[in-house]
């Protein structure tokens, strides 16, 4: 639960209260406190190296609260950064937020007072706070339970852009949330056919949301070769969903198209052993899609938004799909399959020219895609590729939610790379620029389409530690890319 409070910050009964540090020289800067006791203002001018608070970014220290009413005073580092209504700002203030509530797990009641200089910041500071405020719990019990209950403190509490603000925030941080618990289930309770009942699921009591699910023996008859093939190796056949949110008179129209591998052995062509149990995390694209979709809803968008979830799972057996042989997507571009690995692309083949038949206005694909994605971007860096004006509208709305996405190029002479002798295109080209063959594949599928591909294969699953208000796992990246794209089309 999240609310907006104007009360002074040393007079809230909530377990802890959170303020903004900055360096400044051998001490701390508490960030808009001028409302801290005296006593708690000279530790921070005083003693703050002493006990080895820093302000720097992603620092998270707690101080008993003398002179307040809360029982601690959580100093959260905000570095150098300017707590502004900048896009920076506002991401700064997120991180800060979310660092906080997630260091706070196991406590029930805190209180933000971080800087909120427009109802966009109160905003960021509400998301950020409530990002932080997760943990998945499906499979055992939690020694320490996210904190049930957030107070922002502002001066703007009766501004209805900030309230809207923080209303927004709440659908926001409720479609990351559900992102990350699909990345973070079991593949065995998480297959095809049961990410295809997460979907109906999901979109019950939600306004102007249909779900349509295709399974093989509609997909065979279809012609969805891709998802066919992908998925003939395992026992749990492969589905392809439809959500779709059609609010009265849209302004736009916007289809979405997500990876979702639901388990990815790599098939015949099979992965190391090692760090291969991180390949439940494929189905990313398909969970973020499905979240956007339902957090379009819920925000009542006068955008109509499609998403289309590619499910499969790849498995090696005496039923799969071999290297060599040659598939059929929807639409009758035939492909050679040289690697069986290189499958997320096969299974969005078929979703793009699926959600181009219905001829939307633009169409974004999002996926874990590539091993190549990290070598270039490392974990925390998404890529965009396309149309060049959709590819710089995704990086628009990833800087407008705080999301890292970097502009890729697709150049025209990887292309020679994926000829086949046999067939249309061949499945994989050469390995250096693999991202970006990746790209040029998908690009085969669009024509003249307003298109942009988001490889998300790094930051969709973080195998290190957490930082700000990401946790370890799933990361829920992409939906607030997304569903920031949508309202710009509104």
Known sequence: MISLTSKNPAQLAV???VVAVRPRGNAVDAVDAAWLPKELARLLSRDAARLGITGAVDEVRRIPGTGLKAATLVLTGVGEAELD???AGREALRRAAGAATRELAGLESVAIALPTPDAGAVGAVAEGALLGAYA???YHALHDAPVERIEVVTERTRERAAQDAVVRAEVVAAAVHATRDLVNTAP???FPAAFADEAKAAVKGVKNLKVTVLDEKALASGGYGGLIGVGQGSARPPRLVRVAYTPTKPRATVALVGKGITFDSGGISIKPAAGMEAMKSDMAGAASVLHTVVAAAKL???????????LAENM?????????DVITIRGGTTVEVLNTDAEGRLVMADGLVAALEEKPDVVLDIATLTGAQVVALGHRVSAVMGTEDTRAQVVDAATASGELFWPMPLPEELRAGLKSKVADIANIGERWGGMLSAGVFLREFVGESSWAHL????????ERSAHDYTPVGGTGVGVRTLLSFVESRA
């Open 15 to 17: 377990d802890a209260v």
């Open 85 to 87: 209504g900048s896009d």
């Open 136 to 138: 998945f719990s499906r």
């Open 188 to 190: 065995n309770d998480l």
């Open 300 to 310: 009542g968008l006068p955008v109509a938004v499609t998403g289309w979830l590619c």
């Open 316 to 324: 090696p057996s005496g039923s799969a799909q071999r290297p060599s």
């Open 455 to 462: 490889d998300i294969a790094g930051p969709a699953f973080n």
